[in-house]
C-alpha cells in the first residue's frame, strides 16, 4: 500500500505563504500523477492543483497565479507553495497521489489524512 503524509499547515495571515508539503511511502512501484485538493466546511473537495509524473502542471482558476505545485521524483514528494494566500484559501488540504505497488493490480488513488490551512483577515 502506499501512505501519503501532509505537513506544513497551519495559521496564516491574508497575503501570508505556506509550503505543503507530502511524502508517498510504502511498497511503491511508479507513482504517476500527484495532487493537492482542499475542502472548507460545508463545501465539496475540490482540486487545487495537479502534476503529471512528466511534470506537467494544471491549477484550478482560483489558485493560478498565486500557488505552485512541484514534485521531487527521488524522494515521492510533491510540494504545494502558496503565496498571497486569501480567507476563502481555508481548507484541509489532501494529497492525492495515483500509484502501482507491489499489492494490488493497476494504478489505484491515495489520499492522505489532511493539513489544515486556516488563513485570518
Known amino acids: 500500500q502506499v501512505q501519503l503524509v501532509e505537513s506544513g499547515g497551519g495559521l496564516v495571515q491574508a497575503g501570508g505563504s505556506l509550503r505543503l508539503s507530502c511524502e508517498a511511502s510504502?511498497?511503491?512501484?511508479?507513482?504517476?500523477?500527484m495532487a493537492w485538493y482542499r475542502q472548507a466546511p460545508g463545501k465539496q473537495r475540490e482540486l487545487v492543483a495537479i502534476i503529471s509524473s512528466r511534470g506537467t502542471t494544471t491549477y484550478a482558476d482560483s489558485v493560478k497565479g498565486r500557488f505552485t505545485i512541484s514534485r521531487d521524483y527521488a524522494k515521492n514528494t510533491v510540494y504545494l507553495q502558496m503565496n498571497s494566500l486569501k480567507p476563502e484559501d481555508t481548507a484541509v488540504y489532501y494529497c492525492n497521489a495515483d500509484a502501482t505497488t507491489a499489492q494490488t493490480i493497476g494504478v489505484r488513488g491515495y489520499w492522505g489524512q489532511g493539513t489544515q490551512v486556516t488563513v485570518s483577515s
Open positions: 510504502g511498497s511503491i512501484f511508479s507513482i504517476y500523477g
